[in-house]
T-cell receptor, first 110, second 115 residues
C-alpha cells in the first residue's frame, strides 16, 4: 500500500516567518500535487510536480519534488495570515488514483 | 458560476436511514470522483467514474452506491447509515484520468452527521 506522510501535522507561526512542510513516502510516485483547503471548502490545487528534482515557485511558495520521486516539500517565505489553511500533498499511485497525505494545518497569526 | 456543486451542504440524520448526496459539474469534464474526509482531515478516494463508467471502486461498504446518470452528474446513495459514516464527502471532477497530472476540481463538500 502506498502511503504519504506529512509533517508537521500542525504548525502555528507568526506573520513573516518562513516554514517548510514535508511529504514523504517509501514508494515512488509518478507525480505529486499540493492542494490547499480552507475551512468549509474543498481542496484547491496549487501545483503539480512530475520530474524528480523539479522545483516550482508560486509567488512566496516553493515546491520541490525529490530526485527519487518519493518525497516533496512546500516552503513558504514570509507567511501571511491569508496562508492559513490545510495543506495536502497527493501522489498518483500505481493504480492511477490520487493518494493523499494526512495534511498539515497551518495557522499564521498576525 | 460554480464549477462543481454538491447538495446538500449539511445532512443530519438518524442511524439506519438512507440518504443521497448529489453532485454536478459544469466544466465539461469526463471524470468524476467521490472522496471521504474523516474527522482527522484525511481524504480518501471512494469511487471514480469516467464517462459514466465506474473505474475506481475502493474497499467501501456496499451500502454506498454511486450512480452517474450522465457525465455531468455523480450521485452517492448511502443505505442503512451508521455512526462511522459521519464525515465530509467531497465530489471532484477532472478533464480525464490521464496519469495523475490532471487538476481535480473539488466541490464544497457535504457534511454528514449520523446520530
Amino acid at each position: 500500500t502506498q502511503l504519504l506522510e506529512q509533517s508537521p501535522q500542525f504548525l502555528s507561526i507568526q506573520e513573516g516567518e518562513n516554514l517548510t512542510v514535508y511529504c514523504n513516502s517509501s514508494s515512488v510516485f509518478s507525480s505529486l500535487q499540493w492542494y490547499r483547503q480552507e475551512p468549509g471548502e474543498g481542496p484547491v490545487l496549487l501545483v503539480t510536480v512530475v520530474t524528480g528534482g523539479e522545483v516550482k515557485k508560486l509567488k512566496r511558495l516553493t515546491f520541490q519534488f525529490g530526485d527519487a520521486r518519493k518525497d516533496s516539500s512546500l516552503h513558504i517565505t514570509a507567511a501571511q495570515p491569508g496562508d492559513t489553511g490545510l495543506y495536502l500533498c497527493a501522489g498518483t499511485g500505481n493504480t492511477g488514483k490520487l493518494i493523499f497525505g494526512q495534511g498539515t494545518t497551518l495557522q499564521v497569526k498576525p | 458560476d460554480t464549477a462543481v456543486s454538491q447538495t446538500p451542504k449539511y445532512l443530519v440524520t438518524q442511524m439506519g436511514n438512507d440518504k443521497s448526496i448529489k453532485c454536478e459539474q459544469n466544466l465539461g469534464h469526463d471524470t468524476m470522483y467521490w472522496y471521504k474526509q474523516d474527522s482527522k482531515k484525511f481524504l480518501k478516494i471512494m469511487f471514480s467514474y469516467n464517462n459514466k463508467e465506474l473505474i475506481i471502486n475502493e474497499t467501501v461498504p456496499n451500502r454506498f452506491s454511486p450512480k452517474s446518470p450522465d457525465k455531468a452528474h455523480l450521485n452517492l446513495h448511502i443505505n442503512s447509515l451508521e455512526l462511522g459514516d459521519s464525515a465530509v464527502y467531497f465530489c471532484a471532477s477532472s478533464q480525464s484520468m490521464s496519469g495523475g497530472t490532471e487538476t481535480q476540481y473539488f466541490g464544497p463538500g457535504t457534511r454528514l452527521l449520523v446520530l
